[in-house]
């Protein structure tokens, strides 16, 4: 489990981790960020600086991998599954009462990179004060039999002006699982 840099002629730099077991993914550094792991099958990208200023503090995205489990129950696990007639991720509700609550507030997100696809799936706090609701957030990238996820807040519904999801979503649209020598299988090919 490391992290590295790698330099790129363009704007922005590349950071890879590899999270042991066959898990291993680099993405663009678009907000000057770093990517560690220190945790077998997790990792995080943060910034010293939020690309947009937040009540929530800090900006991160954590990674857990799922490895050797059906994809299909992973998905579920963060909310979504896969809608063959839709060709699409849709929301995923464990049984209608939840659907009638949660239905509503909550947003799919499609996410397509280089060489993975998935969601990210946003619901909006409905209890508690209302001036502390958030906006929660779940995604997994999906590559053959590996899946990488994550859920965090994306903001306080009361301040739009502070939302980190479009740079969430940037930053997940940017993510390419790599081997263990830090390259992709179709870089690897003559």
Known sequence: MAASTLSTSGKFS???VDMGAGCAIRLLDLYGGHLQSGMPAKA???TDKPPVRSSLGNFGINFECHRGQPLDDVAKSYGSRWDVRGRRWAPYYEDRSEQRL???VSRMYQLQT??????LR???QINGEESERVRFYAFCLFRVDIAIC???QSRFLKEPAGDF???ILRVLRS??????SGTTDEEKKP
């Open 14 to 16: 590349v950071l890879s």
């Open 44 to 46: 995080s990208y943060w």
């Open 102 to 104: 949660a239905g509503p």
């Open 114 to 119: 280089t060489n993975a696809t998935g969601f």
């Open 122 to 124: 946003t619901t909006d």
């Open 150 to 152: 994550g859920d965090g």
């Open 165 to 167: 999801l479009p740079y």
């Open 175 to 180: 993510v390419e699982f790599i081997n263990s």
